[in-house]
């Protein structure tokens, strides 16, 4: 699988509650030296702190962190980037569960060019026509190991016989997945979509 769009090769996870004014003013004072971004844990269980660095300065902010006694722990990038790895981690909301949407393992290719009917909100090859922003948070979210909320998706029959497709939320994450060379991405789809789904071999 190719993972060339993630550029980081360094993440650190830190407790949070082990980081002192101190920690964070020195952590931070680095962070454009060390070409460092941080990103808190998305849950209140998840009370850590992500560091990510590029791949020249994995050793600079290793020996920081040792020399300031803080405890880490170094994310291996080939684990938390793993086809299988990945998959699993994905999950349906509580929204579109209370929805009665289904988790399926989408056929990237064919759920790519039904998206593309719908050019405004299609995202291009490295988040052309997207929010950069969303897509490259997204390729360093991918490696905290945390938990991911599927694509949710809905196909719809036009006047004009086509069966289209539209996300509700997460084109940006499928857009990274499609990137990396994913042949299948697990999505969140609507009941009503699952025949439009077969009927274009999605599934």
Do not use: W
Not at 92 to 117: E, M, P, R, V, Y
Not at 190 to 197: R, V
Request: aromatic share 8%; net charge positive; hydrophobic share 35%.
């Amino acid at each position: 699988m190719n993972i060339n769009p993630i550029s980081f090769k360094g993440t650190y996870c830190i407790p949070i509650n082990s980081l002192t004014k101190k920690s964070c003013k020195k952590l931070f004072s680095k962070s454009n030296e060390y070409g460092m971004v941080f990103e808190p844990g998305t849950s209140m269980e998840n009370n850590k702190l992500y560091i990510h660095s590029p791949q020249e300065y994995d050793n600079n902010i290793t020996q920081m962190l040792i020399s300031m006694k803080l405890p880490f722990q170094s994310i291996n990038p080939k684990e938390s980037l793993d086809n299988e790895a990945i998959h699993s981690r994905i999950f349906l909301s509580d929204f579109d569960k209370h929805q009665g949407n289904i988790l399926i393992d989408a056929n990237t290719q064919i759920l790519d060019n039904a998206l593309k009917n719908n050019p405004k909100m299609y995202v291009g090859i490295n988040g052309k026509n997207g929010s950069g922003f969303r897509y490259e948070r997204f390729k360093r979210y991918l490696k905290t190991n945390q938990p991911i909320t599927a694509t949710s998706v809905y196909l719809r029959r036009e006047k004009n016989g086509q069966i289209s497709a539209h996300v509700n939320d997460g084109r940006h994450r499928f857009a990274v997945l499609r990137d990396m060379g994913f042949e299948k991405i697990p999505v969140s789809i609507t009941k009503d979509s699952i025949e439009l789904a077969r009927e274009i071999n999605l599934i």
